[in-house]
């Protein structure tokens, strides 16, 4: 079993910065991780992944060059920074984690989920 823990979330201006973390516990992992969010009303969309060995990466158009995804395996540990956030980018984040060598969009395709980071945009 492979426990994941957010933090990192906060309040920000927009135009500002902040860098989630997603540490994994349990056991020694070597999959890939996604990052996804949820804003209130809406349904849960994938922000970004990194596979296995941190030299894949995909985005989602709307974060593309305004976010990146690395991870440090020696800790177990996967960072999203965001720069020039935007109000539009308001929603609770969450860490996803699965074995496999691979990446995937598809939030189907994780086994493990963190509990969420709210992050908050004000214009």
């Known amino acids: 079993q492979v426990q994941l823990v957010e933090s990192g979330g906060g309040l920000v201006q927009a135009g500002g910065s902040l860098r989630l973390s997603c540490a994994a516990s349990?056991?020694?992992?070597?999959?890939?991780y996604g990052w996804f969010r949820q804003a209130p009303g809406k349904e849960r969309e994938f922000v970004a992944v990194i596979n296995w060995s941190g030299v894949g990466t995909l985005y989602a158009d709307s974060v593309k060059g305004r976010f990146t995804m690395s991870r440090d395996n020696a800790k177990n540990t996967v960072y999203l920074q965001m720069n020039s956030l935007k109000p539009e980018d308001t929603a609770v984040y969450y860490c996803?984690?699965?074995?496999?060598?691979?990446?995937?969009?598809?939030?189907?395709?994780?086994?493990?989920w963190g509990q969420g980071t709210q992050v908050t945009v004000s214009s």
């Open positions: 996803a984690a699965a074995a496999g060598l691979g990446f995937t969009r598809e939030a189907r395709g994780y086994d493990y």
């Open positions: 349990g056991r020694t992992f070597s999959g890939y």
